[in-house]
């Protein structure tokens, strides 16, 4: 029975149809007034999938915030199940007129929506188009909306109510371009009365902020938003609440600023700073009559209105007699508050090292003074400081040589102007000027000795082509011999000379025979000497005692023979 | 075609090293302009960032030390006029500023005067710098090797003669040379840089304190260990300091 009833029950369970609903609470609005952009899937499995279209007009201040809810219903013994996912956006928007959201692409489950775009309309706050009038509102202004870089404007934030306020929570924006100082931020709102367009409200300061800009040109001033929270008055007689009654949180938003921000104009004497404001300077020192050694304190003191943060005076040139040490510094900022500057003190101790008189020069304070649109230069007073001779420190100067006593009280020499002669500081030790010596040296010291070689080799090479020739020649004597005994002798004795000459690279006339023999001796390996001797013993003997023409010629082929033994091993 | 090869080399090496002297040059110039208007801290900045290129001179350390005077940094015109010294000692003007510079560093160390023959060898060796000892030995190199060759060439009695005299110059000067390169290499000089500084007996800070000394004193280096320096003062105390605390001289 039961287990029919169960299957009956699954049977009759229906979900309802799958839709997705793109909605805003309000079409028409009031500038600083938010809306809620809520995107609703019914019936939808699964999260949707969307992501936010660019919207230029608009600021998220918050979301997406999600719920879901489910809902079953039985009617006529069939049971409905509806279920809720839904998304939502609080949108403020940028500028007043009509404002568009455009068409969105959500992914619901495996379907893709596509909504149609949203026009809000954004009216002026009172103006009459908006036909009703804003309860609550929140404001930014600017005192002056085209300073100068470094000067000081002042952003206040207000808010105006008709109604109860419960909370207010703000969010303030980054400044970008700007160096900051909160003036007031006070921690409950202290409301006064003010007509706003000819309305009445409460009006309280939420913040007032000195906006000092750091660069030139437009810079722009993101809204400020903020939850608010607004008590509802009791609908009905039984509404209560044993906290009272309930509120309702709003999230509204500023305009957004613009800032015009003039560059500081060139000064012809280009002393320029950083500072802008106006500013004094005053300057004093403890005492001026002293002793050599021993401390004064030395004040400068600028006081003023402007950012304090640029004021510097530690970049001072003391002078050299005087010891510096650094200075302490101590800011004072302006306990009006409405307008940021102060007072900065720069204090330092100077030990006078030198007896006589010392000057301390005027220190010179260069701001651009932006209410009067120009470059103001102060300056302090000159400090003559009386210096009276320490006798400890003159003993302590016996520790000097009388050369560097002599020099107490001179001043370095000037710069030198000359051209620099540029050095590579990686450069070696040993440089091209040294190398070129050295190698200047060795050539001069090696050309001799190359010299020498040339010439030696010049010798060699010649006397080794007659060398190389000394048989032929000697051949071509004996070859040219005429028959009588006599001239041939004479030739052999000619072609020896000539053979002899040639090796040695002589040119010696006359050898005589035991000359001969000893050259001959010197290079013979196979001892042919001695009929060399032979031959040229007959050859004097001829004269003499003659030799058959056979004889000799047999004598002119032997010694070719033996000249060709000789040459083999000379 | 081979010519054009080698213009066209040159023109490529010579083109940087204009274009880093003229650089170089603006830099001085700032400088220069800088310290006559007297920002001498301007005058500093570019005076270092030429350093910063690995380029120096004489010239350049004198006006540095003289913008460090101006601004009241002792121990940078100190250091300053020691490095230009360094480069050129016979600069009279950065003898005489140094003078100045060092009346002002409050640790005053003085060892007495060697005797005079020492004194005339120091005082010679000092007028040149190293590099300029080697070029000055080799020219008498040259003249040496010229005179010998001369003299095998064409028998000149009065070369012979001459020959001695070089030979003798020569060996002096190889001398100042080697010892002037040593004294280069080996003694290596730095300024106390911070206006106090303890010196340690060991590189850390938990070893003993053994004396202080103060900006401007000029101090050899006997080693270096991590971010320490071994110190040692003319009288011969030696010690531990953090490398940040000194500057090296040029």
């Known amino acids: ?570 | 075609m081979s010519g054009n090869r080698s213009l066209l080399l040159l023109f490529f090496i010579g083109i940087p090293l204009f274009a880093v002297e003229e650089e170089i040059s603006q830099h001085y110039k700032s400088g220069m302009d800088a310290y006559k208007k007297g920002q001498y801290d301007l005058a500093i900045q570019e005076f270092e960032s030429i350093l910063s290129n690995n380029w120096d001179s004489p010239e350049l350390y004198y006006n540095f030390g003289n913008a460090f005077f101006r601004s009241g940094n002792t121990a940078g015109a100190v250091w300053a006029f020691e490095s230009c010294l360094n480069l050129s000692p016979t600069h009279s003007d950065a003898k005489y500023n140094l003078k100045l510079a060092n009346l002002k560093v409050i640790d005053r160390m003085d060892l007495p005067d060697p005797p005079l023959y020492l004194q005339w060898y120091l005082g010679l060796k000092e007028q040149f710098t190293p590099t300029t000892w080697i070029n000055i030995t080799l020219f008498i190199f040259f003249l040496f090797s010229l005179s010998v060759t001369v003299n095998r060439l064409f028998l000149f009695s009065l070369v012979q003669n001459l020959r001695g005299v070089i030979l003798t110059i020569f060996f002096m000067s190889l001398f100042l040379t080697f010892h002037s390169i040593w004294t280069d290499n080996s003694l290596n000089l730095g300024v106390i840089y911070s206006l106090k500084a303890e010196v340690r007996s060991e590189p850390n800070t938990f070893s003993t304190r053994l004396f202080e000394v103060h900006e401007g004193l000029k101090v050899s280096i006997n080693q270096l260990e991590n971010d320490w320096v071994e110190i040692e003062l003319l009288d011969g105390k030696t010690g531990w300091i953090s490398n940040d605390q000194i500057r090296l001289i040029q």
């Open chain 1, 1 to 570: 029975m039961i287990r029919a009833f169960i299957f009956s029950l699954m049977a009759t369970l229906i979900w309802a149809d799958e839709s997705v609903n793109v909605t805003v609470d309000r079409r028409d609005i009031v500038e600083g007034e938010s809306i809620t952009l809520t995107v609703t899937t019914n019936n939808v499995k699964s999260d949707p999938e969307l992501q936010l279209p660019e919207m230029p007009d608009f600021k998220v201040v918050s979301g997406p915030n999600q719920s879901s809810s489910t809902n079953v219903q039985f009617i006529n013994g069939k049971m409905t199940k509806n279920s809720t996912i839904t998304l939502s956006w609080n949108l403020i928007p940028k500028r007043t007129g009509q404002l568009t959201i455009p068409a969105m692409k959500i992914q619901a489950g495996k379907k893709s929506y596509l909504s149609t775009p949203i026009t809000i309309s954004v009216s002026k706050r009172g103006s009459s188009q908006a036909g009703k009038v804003a309860q609550f509102f929140i404001e930014a202004k600017v005192d002056n909306n085209t300073p100068y870089r470094g000067e000081q404007t002042t952003l206040t934030y207000t808010l105006y109510t008709k109604v109860d306020v419960t909370s207010f929570d703000d969010d303030v924006p980054s400044f970008k371009g700007f160096w900051t100082e909160e003036l007031y931020a006070p921690k409950n709102l202290k409301l006064r009365e003010e007509r706003k367009n000819g309305v009445k409200y409460y009006a309280a300061t939420i913040k007032k902020i000195a906006l000092f800009p750091t660069q030139s040109g437009k810079i722009i001033i993101e809204p400020m938003s903020a939850v608010i929270g607004i008590r509802e008055k009791q609908q009905r007689w039984n509404d209560f609440s044993l906290f009272g009654p309930p509120s309702k949180k709003y999230t509204i938003s500023t305009r957004e600023l613009s800032i015009d921000v003039k560059p500081l104009p060139a000064r012809e004497n280009g002393n320029i700073s950083a500072i802008v404001g106006n500013w004094n300077i005053k300057s004093e020192v403890s005492t001026s009559r002293i002793k050599q050694d021993e401390a004064i304190t030395f004040k400068v003191i600028i006081n003023g209105t402007g950012n304090l943060q640029t004021v510097d005076m530690t970049e001072i040139y003391f002078p050299n007699e005087l010891e510096v040490f650094d200075p302490e510094i101590e800011s004072k900022e302006n306990p009006l508050r409405d307008k940021i500057g102060g007072e900065k003190k720069f204090e330092w101790v100077l030990i006078p090292r030198f007896a006589g008189d010392i000057f301390i020069p005027k220190i010179q304070l260069n701001y651009f003074d932006p209410k009067q649109g120009k470059w103001v230069t102060k300056s302090t007073s000159r400090h003559k400081l009386n210096v009276a001779p320490n006798e400890k420190a003159l003993i302590s100067t016996i520790g000097l040589s009388k050369e560097e006593v002599e020099l107490m009280g001179e001043d370095i020499r000037f710069i030198d102007e000359s051209q620099p002669k540029w050095r590579n500081r990686n450069r070696a030790l040993v440089t091209g000027t040294a190398l070129t010596f050295l190698l200047l040296s060795g050539m001069v010291f090696a050309f001799p000795h190359a010299q020498n070689i040339t010439k030696q080799r010049m010798e060699k090479s010649s006397g080794g082509w007659q060398a190389r020739r000394a048989l032929i020649s000697a051949f071509g004597i004996l070859d040219s011999a005429p028959d009588s005994p006599e001239e041939i002798y004479t030739h052999i004795y000619r072609s020896i000379i000539n053979y002899i000459n040639k090796k040695n690279g002589t040119k010696k006339i006359e050898y005589s025979t035991e000359e001969i023999i000893e050259i001959i001796k010197s290079h013979d390996g196979a001892e042919v000497y001695k009929e060399f001797e032979q031959i040229l013993t007959r050859g004097e003997a001829v004269r003499f005692a003659p030799v058959s023409s056979q004889d000799a010629q047999n004598d002119m082929q032997k010694i070719k023979d033996l000249l060709k033994k000789v040459d083999h091993v000379w």
